[in-house]
C-alpha cells in the first residue's frame, strides 16, 4: 500500500500540470454575496455545495496543490481538529485543482502520517474536492495565473447558515495557514451572527468581553451604563461576557 501510494505521488509530482485556464475571472464573491454554488465529485462522492450541508457552517478550504508539503501539513491539521468543527456546526470542504484519482492518493498517504505533537494517526473525513477545470476557483476569483499557473490561491471562505459569505482569507503559497485562527475566526462570526450588536474587539478569543456600536450621538448616558457595560472611551464600550 505504501509503496503504490509512493510510486502515485512520484509520478504526480512529475507531472508536467500547466493545462491552460479558462478566462480568468478577477471578481472575488465579497462579503455578504451568496456563496457560488457547485456540483463537483470528492472523495466522499459527488457533492452539491453549499445546498447539501444545509443550515451549518461551511468553510471551503482551497489548496493549489496535492502532495506538497505546505498543504500537506494544513489538510493533517484540519483533520486533527476536525472534532472542534463539528462541535461549532461547521463543515470543511477541501479543493484543488487536481483531479480525484490524486485526492484519493493524498489522502491515503497523509492517514500515515503521524501527528508531530499527539503522535496520533489523523484521519480525513471532510470531502476533498477536485477542479481540474478551474470551474469552482473561476466562481470563487482564486485563480491567478501570473503567480501560479495551472493551480489556485491559497484561499478560505467562510460561509453562514443562510450561504452568505462573511469572511475570507488568501494566503501566500509559502506561509501555511492557522487552523486555530480560522477556528477563532469562525467562532467570532458565529457571536456576531447569533447576535449583530456584538462586535469583536483586536485579539479577541471566545469568552472575552465584546464591544457593542457606539452611540449615535451623545444623548446616551455614559456615567451610568447598565452594569454588564463599561466604557474605555465613548467610542470603545464593552459588554461583559455572562
Same mark, same amino acid.
Given at each position: 500500500?505504501?509503496?503504490?501510494?509512493?510510486?502515485?505521488?512520484?509520478?504526480?509530482?512529475?507531472?508536467?500540470?500547466?493545462?491552460?485556464?479558462?478566462?480568468?475571472?478577477? /471578481?472575488?464573491?465579497?462579503?455578504?454575496?451568496?456563496?457560488?454554488?457547485?456540483?463537483?465529485? %470528492?472523495?466522499?462522492? /459527488?457533492? %452539491?455545495?453549499?445546498?447539501?450541508?444545509?443550515?451549518?457552517?461551511?468553510?471551503?478550504?482551497?489548496?493549489?496543490?496535492?502532495?506538497?508539503?505546505?498543504?500537506? %501539513?494544513?489538510?493533517?491539521?484540519?483533520?486533527?481538529?476536525?472534532?472542534?468543527?463539528?462541535?461549532?456546526?461547521?463543515?470543511?470542504?477541501?479543493?484543488?485543482?487536481?483531479? &480525484?484519482?490524486?485526492?484519493?492518493?493524498?489522502?491515503?498517504?497523509?492517514?500515515?502520517?503521524?501527528?508531530?505533537?499527539?503522535?496520533?494517526?489523523?484521519?480525513?473525513?471532510?470531502?476533498?474536492?477536485?477542479?481540474?477545470?478551474?470551474?469552482?476557483?473561476?466562481?470563487?476569483?482564486?485563480?491567478?495565473?501570473?503567480?501560479?499557473?495551472?493551480?489556485?490561491?491559497?484561499?478560505?471562505?467562510?460561509?453562514?447558515?443562510?450561504?452568505?459569505?462573511?469572511?475570507?482569507?488568501?494566503?501566500?503559497?509559502?506561509?501555511?495557514?492557522?487552523?486555530?485562527?480560522?477556528?477563532?475566526?469562525?467562532?467570532? &462570526?458565529?457571536?456576531?451572527?447569533?447576535?449583530?450588536?456584538?462586535?469583536?474587539?483586536?485579539?479577541?478569543?471566545?469568552?472575552?468581553?465584546?464591544?457593542?456600536?457606539?452611540?449615535?450621538?451623545?444623548?446616551?448616558?455614559?456615567?451610568?451604563?447598565?452594569?454588564?457595560?463599561?466604557? &474605555?472611551?465613548?467610542?470603545?464600550?464593552?459588554?461583559?461576557?455572562?
Amino acid at each position: 500500500m505504501k509503496k503504490s501510494i509512493l510510486i502515485a505521488a512520484i509520478i504526480y509530482l512529475s507531472l508536467n500540470i500547466s493545462g491552460a485556464q479558462p478566462g480568468i475571472n478577477p /471578481q472575488i464573491p465579497l462579503i455578504g454575496d451568496e456563496a457560488p454554488s457547485f456540483t463537483a465529485m %470528492s472523495t466522499n462522492g /459527488q457533492i %452539491s455545495f453549499p445546498e447539501d450541508f444545509g443550515e451549518n457552517w461551511k468553510i471551503l478550504f482551497a489548496h493549489p496543490r496535492n502532495f506538497t508539503p505546505v498543504c500537506s %501539513s494544513e489538510i493533517l491539521e484540519l483533520a486533527h481538529h476536525s472534532d472542534a468543527f463539528k462541535r461549532l456546526n461547521a463543515n470543511v470542504i477541501v479543493l484543488s485543482t487536481d483531479e &480525484l484519482e490524486y485526492h484519493y492518493a493524498w489522502k491515503a498517504a497523509l492517514e500515515e502520517v503521524k501527528h508531530n505533537e499527539t503522535g496520533k494517526y489523523a484521519k480525513i473525513k471532510f470531502p476533498m474536492v477536485e477542479d481540474p477545470n478551474y470551474i469552482i476557483s473561476n466562481k470563487y476569483g482564486m485563480l491567478e495565473s501570473a503567480v501560479s499557473p495551472g493551480q489556485n490561491i491559497r484561499g478560505v471562505f467562510f460561509i453562514d447558515p443562510e450561504n452568505t459569505i462573511r469572511a475570507f482569507q488568501f494566503y501566500p503559497n509559502e506561509v501555511g495557514r492557522s487552523i486555530d485562527e480560522i477556528i477563532r475566526t469562525l467562532v467570532a &462570526l458565529q457571536t456576531n451572527h447569533e447576535d449583530n450588536t456584538a462586535l469583536l474587539p483586536a485579539n479577541w478569543t471566545p469568552g472575552d468581553d465584546v464591544m457593542v456600536p457606539y452611540p449615535e450621538s451623545y444623548e446616551m448616558d455614559l456615567n451610568n451604563l447598565e452594569p454588564d457595560y463599561y466604557k &474605555l472611551s465613548w467610542f470603545m464600550i464593552f459588554r461583559a461576557n455572562d
